[in-house]
């Protein structure tokens, strides 16, 4: 599953993440990498970026990037 | 001495930094970067010691320019200790910069700062057992209330004294056993970094790093090569995820054996979110808190413009009243210095610091990253990023604190961008103008046309650029820091650092500015300035008069309504000009050149090239738009 397509207040395990080595080395340094535990707290109107829980702390990610982290439920 | 604070960002590494730094502190750039640092004085032990404020890195890896000064700076023999910031209510993500720390074989203390955040999460940290597991002092405190500083620099003092060197941290067998073969290859080696350091980089995949050691060891490529495909087979990664992994495994075993998770107290602080960011009241809140801050900065500098400004009037009809011929050289000088030194006192001041002072509350409660979250989908459409918007809105009061304000967005070309569109953001010198010529002889109706129309071209510009400087940046990855209460010192300390920035460097130049201004008026150059104008006046039809008030207008905008009487002749513009050519007038003002205070602001930020590149955009804006106002008046009247 992709993190884009789970609703709201689920909680989910990072898997992978498929794209840009430059980003996905941010998304490790923030937290977010395999093996990770995360909750979606909330997405923004319009297609805005959705905002997850990463080991207590809030981290805000564009759909872009979100699209393409591969997830599955925890 | 020399002590170095370093740590992750939100970790309340600046807090503590305004905590014990002067009014003196300095802001630097590293050699040939834009990379920033700011340094005061302090006073430890009777002794005067220098403090270094390092911008906040999650790692220190070699590939982000910034980490990489940071890690030449700290091993660079200017530093004599490292005060690593954590933050205790989010420790393993903290503790795996630490880990890297160690490597660098400096001198360590660490600021186990927020005690009261973990406090309030239930988290219990065991300092002492922290400080044993690291092997270097471990200083709980409380930055934010000044709590633990003194026992900090204290310790940091001796340690830096006595130059205690840490030990780095053990890996697993399989990557130690890969890095003692690296290392010891890597001996002889000259680099900033030391051996073993140098190989776990190397290892990372660092490759400005790695560019650097092939010139010395040209086989270290292949080398790594066999250590990736080696780390490859036994752990399914790339040898750089498996360093990293590490670090953070080392990281929370360590957490888990020094720390304690209690009872959580849910306060007011956690359910914020849920209204600030709700996707309807998050808007609302989003209005009425820029429309507040708005509002209190633009009635706080329209209160003191006012009296300043006539103050000023005064002082300069007293002056002329001295000389018996006003129109002589030298009080014509004297009344152009007094009108630069009063453009600063009363017109940007009044408003930069109720501003700066307003920015640095929402900046130090955490509310600008949310603004950013709230509005990333809205500007996405424009090519742009959701911070942006800041810049904007503040370029209504004045352009000067906008472009300082880009300073929150990290990537160059976007504060490019939002540079330059904040400068066509009519500001209140421009209102005056709007407001003095549209408004006040064709209706307030045609005055908010101008505004609106205003918007238009800036959203067009905006879509414009985007396409021309095209955005490297994939989306949005963007830590949201938990709400704070701001310290009254870490916001006045920085509202007052940055307004001596302006004083200090744009003021003296404003002023010069002026003078120049004035001799070119004494010296009857006004023919030659309205022919220099002359092909912007005749391809907009106006009359030629109007090079001299434009040219003012540089140096302050409402300059050129000012004196554009002077120079047609009349106050009464309308026996002087058509509505169409007040309107082409109005619309030309609003987006030409920058003021010269703006340009000077987007000189010290962003440099001279940029400046220029505005600048001529700006003009070029003003042109087109100028020409479609005036065809669209020719068309309606």
């Known amino acids: ?74 | 001495m020399r002590i170095a604070l370093i740590g992750q960002p939100n970790c309340g590494k600046s807090t503590l930094f305004n905590q014990v730094a002067g009014y003196k502190a300095e802001t630097g750039n590293f050699s040939g970067t834009t990379v920033t640092f700011t340094e005061s004085k302090v006073r430890v032990l009777g002794d005067i010691v220098e403090v270094v404020d390092l911008p906040g890195t999650y790692t220190l890896a070699g590939t982000n320019p910034a980490e990489r000064e940071v890690i030449k700076y700290l091993t660079s023999n200017n530093v004599d200790v490292v005060v690593n910031v954590l933050d205790a209510s989010h420790l393993s993500h903290g503790l795996t910069m630490t880990v890297e720390l160690l490597e660098l074989e400096i001198p360590i203390v660490i600021a186990l700062n927020m005690m009261d955040e973990a406090d309030r999460i239930g988290i219990r940290v065991d300092v002492e057992a922290l400080s044993e597991a690291l092997g270097v002092p471990v200083i709980p405190m409380i930055a934010s209330k000044g709590r633990g500083i003194q026992p900090l620099f204290v310790k940091a003092y001796e340690v830096g004294r006595q130059k205690t060197m840490p030990k780095p941290a053990t890996y697993s067998t399989d990557l130690e056993r890969h890095l003692s073969v690296l290392t010891h290859s890597l001996k002889d080696v000259e680099s900033y970094l030391n051996p073993r350091a140098l190989a776990i980089k190397l290892i990372e995949g660092d490759e400005p790093i790695l560019a650097q050691i092939s010139e010395q060891l040209p086989g270290i490529a292949s080398d790594l090569q066999v250590i990736d495909k080696a780390l490859r087979q036994v752990r399914g990664q790339s040898s750089a995820w498996v360093v990293t992994g590490e670090r953070s495994g080392l990281a929370e075993n360590l957490v888990k054996r020094v720390t304690k998770q209690g009872q959580r107290n849910i306060t007011f602080r956690d359910k914020l979110d849920d209204l600030l960011l709700h996707p309807f009241f998050g808007y609302f809140f989003l209005l009425l808190i820029l429309f507040l801050f708005f509002q209190a900065v633009y009635s706080f500098g329209g209160w003191l413009e006012t009296p300043l400004m006539n103050l000023f009037a005064e002082l300069e009809d007293w002056l002329l009243g001295l000389f018996k011929a006003p129109q002589a050289f030298v009080p014509q000088v004297l009344i152009a210095l007094i009108q630069g030194v009063s453009g600063g006192v009363a017109i940007v001041l009044p408003y930069l610091v109720p501003f700066l002072i307003g920015l640095g509350v929402l900046e130090d409660i955490g509310y600008l990253p949310r603004v950013a979250f709230l509005m990333d989908a809205l500007m996405h459409k424009l090519g742009l990023h959701g911070k942006s918007i800041v810049p904007f809105i503040l370029g209504f009061g004045c352009n000067v604190p906008a472009i300082m304000s880009t300073r929150i967005l990290e990537d160059k070309r976007e504060r490019f961008i939002s540079a330059a569109l904040s400068t066509m953001v009519p500001c209140a010198a421009r209102l005056a103008v709007v407001f003095g010529l549209v408004a006040f002889y064709l209706g307030p109706v045609l005055a908010l046309g101008i505004y609106i129309f205003d918007l238009l071209v800036i959203a067009v510009t905006a879509k414009l650029l985007s396409k021309l400087v095209p955005d490297e940046s994939p989306g949005l990855i963007l830590e949201m820091p938990v709400y704070r209460i701001p310290t009254f010192k870490t916001v006045t300390n920085k509202a007052w650092w940055r307004i001596r920035e302006f004083v200090v460097e744009a003021w003296p130049l404003l002023i010069v500015g002026s003078v120049v201004l004035s001799v070119m008026n004494y010296l009857k150059v006004s023919i030659y300035l309205n022919t220099l104008v002359w092909p912007v006046s005749w391809l907009l039809g106006l009359p030629k008069e109007v090079g001299v008030p434009l040219i003012f207008g540089v140096l302050r905008k409402e300059l050129s309504l000012v004196m554009l009487g002077q120079a047609l002749g009349s106050m009464e513009f309308a026996n002087v000009l058509s509505s169409e050519q007040m309107i082409t007038y109005a619309v030309f003002v609003v987006f030409y050149i920058p003021c010269l205070a703006t340009m000077l602001v987007i000189r010290k930020e962003l440099g001279g090239k940029m400046m220029w590149q505005i600048a001529g955009l700006n003009t070029a804006v003003a042109l087109v738009a100028a020409l479609f106002a005036r065809g669209l008046a020719v068309v309606f009247f």
């Open chain 1, 1 to 74: 599953m992709k993190l884009l397509d789970a609703p709201k207040g689920s909680l989910l395990r990072v898997i992978d993440y498929r794209g840009g080595k430059g980003v996905e080395f941010k998304l490790r340094q923030l937290g977010l990498a395999p093996g990770h535990k995360i909750k979606i707290l909330r997405y923004a109107p319009l297609g805005g970026p959705v905002m997850i829980d990463v080991e207590g702390r809030s981290v805000a990610i564009g759909r872009g990037i979100a699209a393409r982290i591969d997830v599955e439920v925890s």
